[in-house]
């Protein structure tokens, strides 16, 4: 019975041992965290004076500002995420990305008819450096790619689509496939493919092939060219042919 008892007793005394152990771990852990928030809040701080004092800096150079993004990413602080507060007034990011969002807007759809809703990210730039706008002559391709992923919300299309070592943006509705991406990416080079290369260089079949090729005709992406010398059709891609020669 004696025995029985020290049993019990040394099982109570496992689980309150265990309990205890849990309970520090949960206060170390708290500690931890309050330690961390206290140094992501530092960080904070450090950012706003950073930014205050290089203000000018971070709107005129593009590189400059891109740094800055990442700094401000590394501890979870969005610039860009409200009109208001410290990050708008001080740094005056809010504007500059909200116009350069409506500037993209107006870019393409004075180009859709003609290059079917598919940009450069190279064409684009050249667009928005010739608008003139003082605000305008130092805008990166990452400065893009945050005003366009701001666009996104709007839900009409605008996405950056990673074709090769380019970006390009998608201005109409409608999500291109895995398919889609893989011809613009064997396009990039010429701006141009023919059916037969899918087949030959992709394995495709024939149907999959044309299928392809006809949504993206249909979408305005693709242009039919039955010039060619050998007699194939080939398929034209004026998004990528615009930034040629």
Excluded at 10 to 17: E, L, Y
Excluded at 116 to 130: N, Q
Excluded at 146 to 159: P, Q, S
Excluded at 207 to 221: F, I, K, N, T
């Amino acid at each position: 019975m004696a025995s029985r008892r020290r049993g019990i007793g040394a099982i109570d005394k496992s689980r309150i041992d265990k309990a205890k152990f849990a309970a520090k771990g949960t206060e170390i852990a708290d500690l931890q965290l309050s330690h961390i928030a206290g140094q992501l809040e530092t960080f904070k701080k450090h950012l706003e004076e950073f930014a205050s004092k290089h203000k000018n800096e971070i709107r005129k150079n593009p590189e400059f500002r891109n740094h800055f993004q990442q700094m401000c990413a590394r501890i979870g602080v969005d610039p860009l995420a409200s009109s208001k507060g410290f990050w708008a007034q001080t740094l005056g990011v809010g504007d500059f990305y909200y116009e350069l969002g409506v500037q993209i807007i107006e870019i393409c759809l004075a180009t859709r008819e003609r290059n079917g809703g598919l940009m450069t990210f190279e064409e684009l730039k050249k667009h928005v450096t010739k608008s003139g706008s003082k605000t305008r002559q130092d805008v990166s391709e990452e400065d893009l790619a945050r005003a366009i992923k701001k666009l996104r919300v709007l839900g009409g299309g605008f996405t950056v689509i990673p074709v090769g070592g380019r970006r390009l943006v998608q201005s109409v509705p409608g999500e291109l496939n895995m398919d889609h991406t893989a011809v613009l990416q064997k396009a990039e080079s010429t701006a141009f493919i023919s059916k037969s290369v899918l087949i030959n260089e992709l394995k495709w079949s024939e149907v999959r092939a044309q299928s392809v090729l006809d949504h993206l005709v249909r979408e305005g992406m693709a242009w039919i060219d039955d010039q060619a010398s050998d007699g194939e059709r080939l398929y034209w891609f004026p998004g990528l042919f615009e930034t040629r020669g």
